[in-house]
């Protein structure tokens, strides 16, 4: 009977030991899931203000982008225009860029 005793008892260590494992698995995983929806939410924020940036740059006239030729900071982005043809404009805002046709005096009607 005594010896029943310790081996119920072993049991019993054994699967709370068993439980107190998953336990620490469940909270790790809990804790990862959490990591990585505020990862998603901050990138979703911060693609948000670049996609906002990039509209007020393509909003601008063909003058105020000449006057932004180059490399700029503005806020904690790097902002890059280029103008490779006459009429064309390259925006590039963190991975997000665009070329947009702004004619000059000459080509417009």
Same mark, same amino acid.
């Not at 909270?27 to 203000?49: C, N, Q």
């Given at each position: 009977? $005594?010896?029943?005793?310790?081996? &119920?008892?072993?049991?019993?260590?054994?699967?709370?030991?068993?439980?107190?494992?998953?336990? /620490?698995? /469940?909270?790790?995983?809990?804790?990862?899931?959490?990591?990585?929806?505020?990862?998603? !939410?901050?990138?979703?924020?911060? &693609?948000?203000?670049?996609? $906002? /940036?990039?509209?007020?740059?393509?909003?601008?006239? !063909? +003058?105020? /982008?000449?006057?932004?030729?180059?490399?700029?900071? &503005?806020?904690?982005?790097? &902002?890059?225009?280029? !103008? +490779?043809?006459?009429?064309?404009?390259? =925006?590039?805002?963190?991975?997000? =860029?665009?070329?947009?046709? #702004? +004619?000059?005096?000459?080509?417009? #009607?």
């Amino acid at each position: 009977m $005594r010896n029943e005793r310790g081996v &119920v008892l072993l049991e019993v260590l054994a699967a709370l030991m068993i439980l107190g494992t998953a336990a /620490l698995v /469940l909270v790790d995983l809990e804790s990862g899931g959490l990591r990585a929806t505020a990862s998603a !939410r901050d990138r979703e924020r911060e &693609v948000t203000d670049a996609d $906002r /940036l990039m509209v007020a740059y393509t909003l601008l006239n !063909r +003058p105020a /982008l000449d006057q932004r030729l180059g490399n700029r900071t &503005v806020g904690r982005y790097l &902002v890059n225009v280029q !103008r +490779p043809e006459e009429d064309l404009y390259r =925006i590039a805002i963190g991975d997000l =860029i665009t070329v947009v046709y #702004k +004619p000059g005096s000459s080509g417009a #009607k």
